[in-house]
T-cell receptor, first 114, second 113 residues
Framework: NAGVTQTPKFRVLKTGQSMTLLCAQD?????MYWYRQDPGMGLRLIHY???????AKGEVPDGYNVSRLKKQNFLLGLESAAPSQTSVYFC?????????????FGPGTRLLVL | SQQGEEDPQALSIQEGENATMNCSYK?????LQWYRQNSGRGLVHLIL?????REKHSGRLRVTLDTSKKSSSLLITASRAADTASYFC?????????????FGTGTRLTVIP
């Protein structure tokens, strides 16, 4: 049982390049989330999904797109990377219902945009 | 932004001492959670307290919640060097049922052996 995994662990991009971050969970969770963590800012929600085929915007969605084609996977895309997107990206998952609000986090992807 | 704030930003104590961290938030909440993050790692859930609860314990952790002041505190008793980490509060104020969380800015705890 791997929990939440993220690939890649680290990536360097040039401004304007695109990339996709992959998140996978094996806990059969309905809900999945993408966050970014910047120094002194805590975690901020980018996009989230409450089920296969559904996505919604979070607090800081601009410059990102997401897809949830399979229940276990949640992809975060950067179409044209900018230096302001240099950050550590975390994926998380949780289940619906009271008593299940805990979010389980992946190890993170460190992205540097030059 | 609904992001909460934590106080202090950094805390350094001797092993065996107690550590207290505070969190303030801005809106009504469903629950408040505390997470721990070791350097370079993902976040790990520690404890959840619901809006109708005032205090909760889990092992060496004690959490209080004051909804009238929109604040919470996390107490770690008898600290250990292994408790060295960043601690974040996160509020669930979501009305859509998606368990969306808003995280505080974190307290960096250093426990000196």
């Amino acid at each position: 049982n791997a929990g939440v995994t993220q690939t890649p662990k680290f990536r360097v991009l040039k401004t304007g390049q695109s990339m996709t971050l992959l998140c996978a969970q094996d806990m059969n969770h309905e809900y999945m989330y993408w966050y970014r963590q910047d120094p002194g800012m805590g975690l901020r929600l980018i996009h989230y999904s409450v089920g296969e085929g559904t996505t919604a915007k979070g607090e800081v969605p601009d410059g990102y797109n997401v897809s949830r084609l399979k229940k276990q996977n949640f992809l975060l895309g950067l179409e044209s990377a900018a230096p302001s997107q240099t950050s550590v990206y975390f994926c998380a998952s949780s289940a619906p219902g009271q008593g299940k609000e805990t979010q389980y986090f992946g190890p993170g992807t460190r992205l540097l945009v030059l | 932004s609904q992001q909460g704030e934590e106080d202090p930003q950094a805390l350094s104590i001797q092993e065996g001492e107690n550590a207290t961290m505070n969190c303030s938030y801005k809106t009504s909440i469903n629950n408040l959670q505390w997470y721990r993050q070791n350097s370079g790692r993902g976040l790990v859930h520690l404890i959840l307290i619901r809006s109708n609860e005032r205090e909760k314990h889990s092992g060496r952790l004690r959490v209080t919640l004051d909804t009238s002041k929109k604040s919470s505190s996390l107490l770690i008793t008898a600290s250990r060097a292994a408790d060295t980490a960043s601690y974040f509060c996160a509020t669930d104020a979501d009305q859509t049922g998606a368990n969306n969380l808003f995280f505080g800015t974190g307290t960096r705890l250093t426990v000196i052996p």
